[in-house]
């Protein structure tokens, strides 16, 4: 069975903070994707990143990074010096080899204090 | 270039009607997903597209739940009889897609979704 833990249903920082979003997912698969999204108050789910199982290196992107760990399943994403315009729901997925759905984990609200 | 649009955007019906929801892929865009996203909840897939090929269906609720995209590009998700708990949003997804098994994948472009309010 596949199934995305994000164990942290709302985090609120104050601006410049640095935030790190926990996500650990199970799968019997050895060829699955990690995704994130983020999803804005208009609604609209937004990609972020994506990685594939056979890559462990992690990512920078400006402000985000993400650390993939298979060793602990985790998929953690660092939004470093954050901004009010962080603030949203985050969401972390999977999908595997053969079936492009994507499993959602239940997200985290972060809120980002001026 | 035009995103993956829906409508309506929402919809609200008293219960027991039927609701028909509908997604305008990105053009040429090969595979369309269904997901239904409950209040505060991520979203949960219910159906899967290839052209007009339905291929996975398994994550529709009841049977009173169908979609279909006849020609390839739109695609219809229709609830008979809503309850109360079919209240959710409802969020299309498009990609370029292709046959299951290659070794990439293709990013998922969602539109806006459809908020459904069953009275």
């Known amino acids: 069975a596949q199934k995305v833990t994000q164990a942290q249903t709302e985090i609120s920082v104050v601006e410049k903070e640095d935030v790190t979003l926990d996500c650990v997912y199970e799968?019997?698969?050895?060829?699955?994707?990690l995704f994130w999204y983020k999803q804005p108050p208009s609604g609209e789910l937004v990609f972020l990143i994506r990685?594939?199982?056979?890559?462990?290196q992690n990512e920078i992107s400006g402000r985000y990074s993400w650390n993939f760990q298979k060793s602990t399943s985790s998929f953690n994403f660092t939004i470093t010096a954050s901004q009010v315009v962080d603030s949203a729901v985050y969401f972390c997925?999977?999908?595997?080899?053969?079936?492009?759905?994507?499993?959602f984990g239940q997200g985290t609200r972060l809120t980002i204090n001026p | 270039g035009a995103g993956v649009s829906q409508s309506p955007r929402y919809k609200v019906a008293k219960r027991g009607q039927d609701v028909a929801l509908r997604c305008d892929p990105i053009?040429?865009?090969?595979?369309l997903f269904w997901y239904q996203q409950a209040l505060g909840q991520g979203p949960e897939f219910l159906t899967y597209?290839?052209?007009?090929?339905?291929?996975?269906k398994s994550g529709l609720p009841s049977d009173r739940f169908f979609a279909e995209r006849p020609e390839g590009s739109v695609s219809t998700l229709k609830i008979q009889r809503t309850q109360q708990e079919d209240s959710a949003v409802y969020l299309c997804?498009?990609?370029?897609?292709?046959?299951?098994?290659?070794?990439?994948?293709?990013?998922?472009?969602f539109g806006p979704g459809t908020r459904l309010t069953v009275l």
């Open positions: 997804a498009s990609s370029l897609g292709g046959p299951s098994g290659l070794p990439s994948y293709n990013e998922q472009f």
């Open positions: 053009s040429g865009h090969v595979s």
């Open positions: 597209f290839q052209n007009e090929a339905q291929l996975d």
């Open positions: 990685r594939n199982s056979f890559d462990e």
């Open positions: 997925a999977l999908s595997f080899q053969g079936a492009q759905k994507l499993v």
């Open positions: 799968t019997r698969d050895t060829t699955y994707y």
